[in-house]
């Protein structure tokens, strides 16, 4: 399978997946929502995509406008896949190939802060409300920033600091806002 890039400076570019069911991509109009829901604040942003699978949405990204990216992704032959979808696309991204809890604290014992931080962790794995705690405690988030989580569309997401949550079939985006 392979996705396409759908807006900005790389609008077009084809980029491969992972085969069979290891990671599980976010499906073309999934991300054309989240994109259409944060075009206004991409323009210079730092970008965190964790279980970043193929790359698509940090590459995404960069492509309509975001400053730079960082992705996170324990599996190498994902590694591999999304190292192959950047050299296709021209981009010099950090992609560290390690869980997301080590490479977290790394990016935290670093300094690293984010406007917006991709996850799209294997359904059940964490819950988007512990996502948004754990980015919250190593303080990788930029005031006003995004995390933009996909997860089960059956898992409820809570609080006050949600800009709003998209379902898609069983798949569900929730969109937090640090204020």
Do not use: W
């Amino acid at each position: 399978m392979s996705l396409t890039v759908s807006g900005g400076s790389l609008r077009g570019r084809r980029l491969a997946t992972l085969p069979g069911r290891e990671t599980r991509p976010t499906i073309g109009r999934v991300r054309e929502a989240v994109f259409s829901i944060l075009q206004h604040d991409l323009a210079g942003a730092q970008v965190l995509d964790l279980f970043a699978g193929s790359g698509a949405l940090a590459i995404e990204a960069v492509s309509r406008g975001a400053a730079t990216a960082t992705l996170i992704e324990n599996n190498p032959k994902a590694a591999a896949i999304i190292r192959q979808n950047l050299d296709r696309c021209g981009l010099d991204l950090r992609l560290m190939v390690t869980d997301y809890d080590a490479g977290l604290k790394t990016l935290a014992r670093e300094g690293a802060v984010f406007d917006l931080v991709f996850a799209d962790p294997p359904y059940g794995l964490i819950l988007p409300r512990e996502m948004y705690r754990i980015l919250g405690e190593y303080r990788l988030m930029t005031a006003g920033g995004f995390l933009i989580m996909e997860h089960a569309g059956r898992e409820q997401s809570e609080g006050d600091d949600i800009v709003t949550t998209r379902r898609f079939g069983d798949s569900a985006i929730t969109i937090y806002r640090y204020g």
